[in-house]
């Protein structure tokens, strides 16, 4: 079964940088588009960032300048670079992957990992 693992959240200052990482095992088909989401309290999910197969990557205008999507193909990992953190970015972050071959495709999830920025 396909599982979608992600690492990296934690607490951080305002102004402050996290990493996150994400890493699609089990995995016996092709991988599409990688992103990330996040979800704050009382919130919808809502898209951060996001990349396809061959690294064209687009953003929520919230997070332009200062966050940066990367993938490793090889690896089947996706990073999430976040630099200049503020309160506004706390959030539970959730990976998600479009994964399958031919016309069958399926969206996957990551479990989330919490970051959260506070002094």
């Known amino acids: 079964q396909v599982q979608l693992v992600e690492s990296g959240g934690g607490l951080v200052q305002p102004g402050g940088s996290l990493g996150l990482s994400c890493v699609v095992s089990?995995?016996?088909?092709?991988?599409?588009?990688m992103g990330w989401y996040r979800q704050a309290p009382g919130k919808e999910r809502e898209l951060v960032a996001d990349i396809t197969s061959g690294g064209s990557t687009s953003y929520a205008d919230s997070v332009k300048g200062r966050f940066t999507i990367s993938r490793d193909n090889a690896k089947n990992t996706v990073y999430l670079q976040m630099n200049s953190l503020q309160p506004e970015d706390t959030a539970v972050y959730y990976c998600?992957?479009?994964?399958?071959?031919?016309?069958?495709?399926?969206?996957?999830w990551g479990q989330g990992t919490q970051v959260t920025v506070s002094s």
């Open positions: 089990r995995s016996p088909f092709s991988i599409n588009t």
């Open positions: 998600n992957a479009d994964i399958g071959r031919g016309l069958s495709w399926n969206d996957y």
